[in-house]
Structures are given as structure tokens and as C-alpha cells.
């Protein structure tokens, strides 16, 4: 499978615990994505990468999450001292720097939050 | 920032039918417009885009058309079969950076 995958494809956890989340995009894109989408509501932008540099974050991104691209390949989602508002399902895509940018979504991680 | 409008939340048609479903946008600079199927449990997949600089785009049954004026654009699928049922996002962009998504619209075909 050539398109974008994310691991774990579930994760529950205690509140406060920390998560981690991985996205492999498509190889030849350079960049990447994150949302987070809950139940009856379209994918939210958290931020995003071209290449290993981090190009914008959205004010949804508390100070308790943190992305990384380290090499401008995988990126790794963490969340720290979850919330139970944490819960939802969190997507990465990607796309190339060409064309339109299409974006093309991974599976997703669904975290529930205890 | 965007803020994109979605209508209708649901919609039931019969097998056969067409089925519209409408956005509006807020931002007069956003130039690419994507529509997204997601069906249940399933990633949510690009089936058309069109920028700006178009009015109206065509691949087989489905159709986005785009009026700059109004701020708004529309997904257009006809003959519509039981596999079409699904959620349905559109979604805004200004530039290269980010979408804004809609919140969906739960289209429902019966047989």
C-alpha cells in the first residue's frame, strides 16, 4: 500500500496520560498534515510541515501537543496529559508541492480518552 | 481566517436521483475548493477539485461548479447509486496553505 498510513489505528488511554501518534506519507510528498475530527464535524487543521520545518499551527493546538517531522519523512503527533476533550479521531495527510496540493488522508488514529 | 458553510446536513435520495449538496465560503482570496467522500469507519478520499479560475468541472456522475461572485460552490451527482451513500466534505483554501473544511453532508441513497 503506497498511501499514507498511521499507526496505532486506535489508542485508549487515562486521562492524563501522554500519547504518540506516527503518519507515514507518501513517499514523494513533502508535505504533511494534521486534523483532528470529531463525531459529525469535518477534519480541523492542528498544523503542518514542508519538508522538516513546521509552517503553521492552528490556534487549536494547545500547548499540550506537539508535532515533529525530524527528517522531513514520518511525522509523530504527542499529546501530553490528555484531556477526556482529547478524544477524536486524529488524520494526517499529505501532498506534493505541485499542482494543486492535493491532500490525501492516512486511516486516521481514534483516541478515546478514560 | 475561512469559515465555510455546508448545506444540507442530511440527504435522502432514491437510487436514480440526483443529489446537490451546496458550500459557501467566507474568504474572497481562497482559490481551490476539493470535495471529500467519507464513508463510515473509512479515511475521507479527494473525488473532485476545482480552482478558482473555472466555473465547472466534470468526472462521470459528479460535477462541481464554482460562482466567485456568490462565494459559493456546489457538488452535483446524478444517477445516484446505493455506494454513493456516504458523508460528504467540502472544503476552502486560500493560496497553498490549508483547508477549512465543512461540516458534512450524510447523503443517504435508497435502493
Known amino acids: 500500500d503506497t498511501g499514507v498510513s498511521q499507526d496505532p489505528r486506535h489508542k485508549i488511554t487515562k486521562r492524563g496520560q501522554n500519547v504518540t501518534f506516527r503518519c507515514d506519507p507518501i513517499?514523494?510528498?513533502?508535505?504533511l498534515y494534521w486534523y483532528r475530527q470529531t463525531l459529525g464535524q469535518g477534519p480541523e487543521f492542528l498544523t503542518y510541515?514542508?519538508?522538516?520545518?513546521?509552517?503553521?499551527k492552528s490556534r487549536l493546538l494547545s500547548d499540550r501537543f506537539s508535532a515533529e517531522r525530524p527528517k522531513g519523512s514520518f511525522s509523530t503527533l504527542e499529546i501530553q496529559r490528555t484531556e477526556q476533550g482529547d478524544s477524536a479521531m486524529y488524520l494526517c495527510?499529505?501532498?506534493?508541492?505541485?499542482?494543486?496540493?492535493?491532500?490525501?488522508f492516512g486511516p486516521g488514529t481514534r483516541l478515546t480518552v478514560t | 481566517g475561512e469559515n465555510v458553510e455546508q448545506h444540507p446536513s442530511t440527504l435522502s435520495v432514491q437510487e436514480g436521483d440526483s443529489a446537490v449538496i451546496k458550500c459557501t465560503y467566507s474568504d474572497s482570496a481562497s482559490n481551490y475548493f476539493p470535495w471529500y467522500k467519507q464513508e463510515l469507519g473509512k479515511r475521507p478520499q479527494l473525488i473532485i477539485d476545482i480552482r478558482s479560475n473555472v466555473g465547472e468541472k466534470k468526472d462521470q456522475r459528479i460535477a462541481v461548479t464554482l460562482n466567485k461572485t456568490a462565494k459559493h460552490f456546489s457538488l452535483h451527482i446524478t444517477e445516484t447509486q446505493p455506494e454513493d451513500s456516504a458523508v460528504y466534505f467540502c472544503?476552502?483554501?486560500?493560496?497553498?496553505?490549508?483547508?477549512?473544511f465543512g461540516k458534512g453532508t450524510m447523503l443517504l441513497v435508497s435502493p
Open positions: 510541515f514542508q519538508n522538516e520545518a513546521q509552517l503553521e
Open positions: 495527510a499529505s501532498s506534493s508541492a505541485t499542482g494543486n496540493y492535493e491532500q490525501y
Open positions: 513517499s514523494e510528498h513533502n508535505r
Open positions: 472544503a476552502a483554501r486560500e493560496g497553498y496553505s490549508t483547508l477549512t
